[in-house]
């Protein structure tokens, strides 16, 4: 099993990840904005997550997490479409990753729920699907990188024309 | 409760492939194209500017024809089977 200490470690170096991919896109004049808003809404999942997640029971622990990754799907879809916002290439890719995250949390409570009772005999089945998950969302926060077009000249620019 | 999830995740590919086609086929999302065209027909001299949009016309028919060719089911037509019957 992972350490506690080193997984608290990767979630933390993750959420600061995203923060500042938020911050890169947030200074960028000429930003991708269906990329800006994906940015936007997991950084608000992935801190909201950390509130739901101390709530939850055996049972719900992992319908919760895919319910989550789910919801951000839908409300980043519902944002798109309300803002007459065009999808990028990849934005559209980060969706279908967040759906295969979730449909791993599904198998996983599956596995969980009906076949044994304590996690003790599946702790490889739990400890590949979090492996799996991170390197996804490492994948997620090099497209979001990616997405914000980061150059030097137009960097900073919308921060520039504040002084 | 799990069942809901897994329609949610249904529900959630539906709306995607949904949404996709929706900004393929709408003109709300080629607004900055449409302007483009605009002006640049705008900018052609008025003696010229009708020909020059029957001219288009015709190869967007052509090309709307092209296409509907390529979606066709292609038939093997054996030509002795065909005179048998």
């Known amino acids: 099993m992972i350490n506690l200490e080193l997984a608290h470690f990767i979630a933390k170096f993750y959420l600061f990840s995203y923060f500042i991919c938020f911050l890169i896109s947030f200074s960028n004049k000429h930003n991708n904005k269906s990329n800006f808003i994906a940015i936007t809404f997991a950084l608000v999942f992935s801190l909201l997550n950390q509130y739901i997640k101390q709530t939850l029971d055996f049972y719900t622990f992992y319908l919760g997490s895919a319910a989550g990754c789910l919801i951000y799907v839908l ?11 065009k999808h990028v290439r990849t934005t559209v890719i980060i969706y279908v990753l967040y759906i295969l995250i979730s449909l791993s949390y599904l198998i996983i409570h599956k596995v969980r729920v009906v076949i044994f009772d304590s996690d003790e005999h599946i702790l490889w089945v739990i400890n590949a699907q979090s ?3 991170l390197a996804v969302y490492l994948i997620n926060i090099c497209l979001f990188a990616y997405g914000s077009k980061i150059l030097w000249k137009s960097q900073f620019g919308r921060l520039s024309s504040l002084f | 409760m799990e069942i ?19 900004e393929k086929t709408s003109a709300v999302y080629n607004e900055k194209q449409l302007l483009k065209r605009y002006f640049e027909i705008k900018s ?10 029957r001219d288009w016309e015709k190869h967007a028919i052509k090309a709307i024809e092209q296409s509907s060719e390529s979606q066709k089911n292609r038939v093997v037509h054996l030509k002795s089977i065909d005179n048998i019957k």
């Open chain 1, 131 to 133: 492996i799996f998950t």
């Open chain 1, 75 to 85: 409300f980043s879809l519902i944002t798109h479409l309300v803002m007459k916002i």
């Open chain 2, 4 to 22: 809901a999830i897994w329609t949610l995740v249904l529900f959630v590919l539906v709306v995607l492939f949904k949404t996709l086609k929706y």
């Open chain 2, 44 to 53: 052609i001299s008025p003696d010229y500017r009708i020909s020059y949009l």
